[in-house]
């Protein structure tokens, strides 16, 4: 495994995701704290491109935990059965409603232990909802910054809750609430798992990669 980056070296890096991309945003589509809710569940094992052709109608249906439930889930499946899991992620998303309405007053909960009690929400997704709803500094590790962290050394571990307590210990303070979009958006992007674009890559001279890609 590589080892951890220094605090220069970490903060150069985000430096230049800085400059690159002062506000980065996440891609799934959504008009509130409940469609962002349910778009990240969607997202599980599925692209945002593809979770954001099944929403664009619905979300005009079902924007609240009531409309969810008012469309049920035979519904909910018609929108979302091009989406990988739909059947087990409707089941959760029609409970997760009736959660919202029955003991939050519709609301979707601004707490990680109250958003991962809800049905098929983990801590990736409450961590993607704290960090882009109510701009807490969770970081939310997906596939890509996981194999991000631990080609360059900006967050290596050996799993998932490894990295992100990286990510939490060494990002300096005033990079943590872009931190995570930053990855995702430089994995997806340039980083890329089968040929990564290290000959464009903006971090090349500071990444530990012994396969750089030139």
């Not at 969810?68 to 739909?86: P, Q």
């Not at 519709?106 to 990736?124: C, D, F, T, W, Y």
């Not at 990855?183 to 971090?203: F, Q």
Request: with cysteine; charged share 25%.
């Amino acid at each position: 495994m590589v080892k951890q980056l220094d605090y220069h070296m970490m903060r150069e890096i985000f430096s230049r995701f800085q400059a690159q991309e002062p506000e980065p945003k996440g891609e799934l589509a959504h008009t509130n704290a409940f469609t962002l809710l349910v778009a990240v569940a969607l997202s599980a094992q599925a692209t945002d491109v593809g979770v954001n052709r099944a929403t664009h109608t619905l979300f005009q249906i079902a924007d609240t935990p009531q409309k969810m439930l008012d469309l049920g889930e035979a519904g909910l499946i018609e929108h979302i059965k091009t989406i990988g899991l739909f059947r087990n992620k409707a089941k959760n998303i029609i409970k997760l409603s009736r959660i919202l309405v029955e003991e939050y007053d519709g609301e979707v909960p601004n707490s990680r232990a109250a958003l991962q009690s809800l049905p098929g929400v983990g801590r990736k997704t409450a961590n993607v909802v704290l960090n882009m709803w109510w701009g807490v500094p969770a970081q939310a590790v997906d596939t890509h910054i996981f194999r991000i962290g631990n080609r360059t050394g900006i967050c290596p571990g050996k799993d998932v809750d490894v990295v992100e307590r990286a990510i939490e210990d060494n990002v300096p303070a005033d990079f943590q609430q872009h931190a995570h979009h930053w990855l995702i958006l430089h994995g997806r992007y340039v980083c890329k798992a089968r040929k990564p674009l290290c000959g464009t890559c903006l971090i090349r001279d500071l990444c530990q990669y012994e396969e750089k890609n030139l």
